[in-house]
């Protein structure tokens, strides 16, 4: 069965630290795997998707099959990344039937000033 | 036990029907929420609920109607479905409006307009 795990609830880091939110999944395909992200009283938005291969808001995710994660990581957090982080798995929907979308519990970030 | 389920997980239907989708969390939450998401993975809001209260209503059609019984309970109305309307929808509930509890999303109902 499918499951995205985020084991950290919370992360507190401070400005100028580096950050890495920690998303481990279980799939027997070829997943597909985002970043959701939702600011204080904003709705959930898409941040990254792997198979972009992109850098967004300074943030980077690399899929790791082999240890099947795919931790969000950036070099250098700022206050504005406070929020909370949603780690989403999807595969085909021959594979994953209607669940196409699994979300992890997500991980509130704070960023200390 | 299943936080927040919804049903039916498939749903086929053709153009010009009303059908309803349901969802329920055993939480305690506050508030909850309808999601579509697009062909592109995107998730956009399209209702939330807070004590019976309507709190988020984005631009969808007025055929679209949430109805909700109970704090527990939200339910998802579509009239005169259109192929556009096919999606995959997902119910979510957080203890209080945004983001302070965190979301709890159900599996997804996936609709097909034919």
């Known amino acids: 069965a499918q499951r995205v795990t985020q084991p950290e609830k919370l992360l507190s880091v401070f400005k100028g630290a580096p950050v890495e939110l920690k998303c481990n999944y279980s799939?027997?395909?070829?997943?597909?795997l985002f970043w959701y992200v939702q600011y204080s009283r904003q709705r959930l938005q898409l941040l990254l998707r792997?198979?972009s291969r992109e850098s967004i808001k300074g943030f980077t995710a690399d899929l790791n099959k082999g240890e099947t994660s795919f931790h969000l990581k950036k070099p250098f957090a700022q206050e504005e990344d406070s929020a909370m982080y949603y780690c989403?798995?999807?595969?085909?929907?021959?594979?994953?039937?209607?669940?196409?979308?699994?979300f992890g519990t997500g991980t509130r970030l704070t960023v200390i000033p | 036990d299943t936080a927040v389920s919804q049903t039916p997980k498939y749903l086929v239907t053709q153009m010009g029907n009303d059908k309803s989708i349901k969802c329920e969390q055993n939480l305690g939450h506050d508030t909850m929420y309808w999601y579509k998401q697009d062909s592109k993975k995107f998730l956009k809001i399209m209702f939330s609920?807070?004590?019976?209260?309507?709190?988020i209503n984005e631009t969808v059609p007025n055929r679209f109607s949430p109805k909700s019984p109970d704090k527990a309970h939200l339910n998802l109305h579509i009239n005169s479905l259109e192929l556009g309307d096919s999606a995959v929808y997902f119910c979510?509930?957080?203890?209080?409006?945004?983001?302070?509890?965190?979301?709890?999303f159900g599996s997804g109902t996936r609709l097909t307009v034919v």
């Open positions: 799939y027997s395909g070829s997943p597909e």
């Open positions: 792997h198979i």
């Open positions: 989403a798995l999807s595969g085909p929907p021959w594979q994953t039937g209607a669940n196409n979308l699994f």
């Open positions: 979510a509930s957080s203890q209080v409006p945004g983001v302070a509890g965190g979301y709890t």
């Open positions: 609920y807070n004590n019976k209260e309507l709190i």
